[in-house]
């Protein structure tokens, strides 16, 4: 059976014929595909979903396999050398480098700690190699990259909840924003971090209400900031 863009689909399914990769009009394809010559099948179940020449497979998954190019958030687990290695939730840690950093270099290291939480960029990602993060963009610039404040909060959520947050029609964000001061880095693998700059109660907050927007319906978002916000009024 073909399946198109919007359908159901199980692994094993074949896609109905899309734009030759490598033709002039450039397709990507994303998580829970693959080919088979010409051909091209799903190996998740979920839904056939296509962002701009992006097609991939939409599903509630919670394990983490690194992509080349995607921002994740992790964990500094272990200093080894000049490579610190990361906790991104995949099957095996990252690693990132010292000199990965805007300005560093051997007089010049960056200060990176076990435990601190870092935000990065996947330089290196495949099956069979382990997987390299950067804290530049490709200009060597820091941007929103690098070791994120301790007084910021983490937390795990489902890929299909991450990818619903950085779609650029997600409005929730903006109405809290409304409210509530904060800072958000959102990681690819499932892991987002948050910091309010009022107080904890507000981080928490937020974080328990990105959490309930995966099964909540955009529509119902604004009754949802103001629950959140009349939770937080009792607890001042």
């Known amino acids: 059976m073909e399946v198109a863009v919007d359908d159901i689909v199980m692994p094993g399914d074949k896609l109905k014929p899309i734009e030759k990769v490598g033709s002039k009009k450039k397709v990507i394809l994303g998580?829970?595909?693959r080919t088979d010559g010409e051909d091209v099948y799903?190996?998740?179940a979920g839904i056939l979903?296509?962002?701009l020449a992006i097609y991939y497979v939409d599903c509630h998954q919670?394990?983490?396999i690194p992509s080349q190019g995607e921002n994740v958030v992790g964990v500094v687990t272990q200093k080894a050398g000049d490579l610190f290695k990361v906790d991104i939730g995949a099957s095996e840690p990252a690693v990132l480098s010292y000199l990965a950093f805007e300005g560093s270099s051997k007089r010049n290291r960056p200060d990176v700690q076990v435990g601190d939480i870092v935000y990065a960029k996947l330089a290196v990602a495949g099956k069979y190699m382990e997987s390299e993060l950067?804290?530049?963009d490709s200009f060597g610039k820091k941007g929103k990259l690098g070791v994120?404040?301790?007084e910021g909060m983490m937390f795990s959520c489902s890929l299909n909840l991450v990818r619903k947050v950085l779609k650029p029609d997600y409005p929730l964000l903006k109405l809290l924003s409304e409210e509530l001061k904060y800072e958000v880095?959102?990681?690819m693998n499932g892991k987002i971090w948050i910091k309010s700059k009022n107080s904890v109660q507000d981080t928490i907050a937020i974080a328990n209400a990105i959490l309930a927007s995966e099964y909540t319906m955009p529509?119902?978002?604004p009754s949802l900031r103001n629950s959140i916000m009349k939770a937080l009024t009792v607890l001042r």
Request: proline share 8%; aromatic share 8%; with cysteine.
């Open 62 to 64: 919670k394990r983490y």
């Open 42 to 44: 799903t190996t998740k």
């Open 134 to 136: 950067v804290c530049v």
């Open 148 to 150: 994120l404040s301790p």
């Open 219 to 221: 529509s119902e978002y």
């Open 185 to 187: 880095a959102v990681g």
């Open 49 to 51: 979903k296509k962002r």
């Open 31 to 33: 998580p829970g595909l």
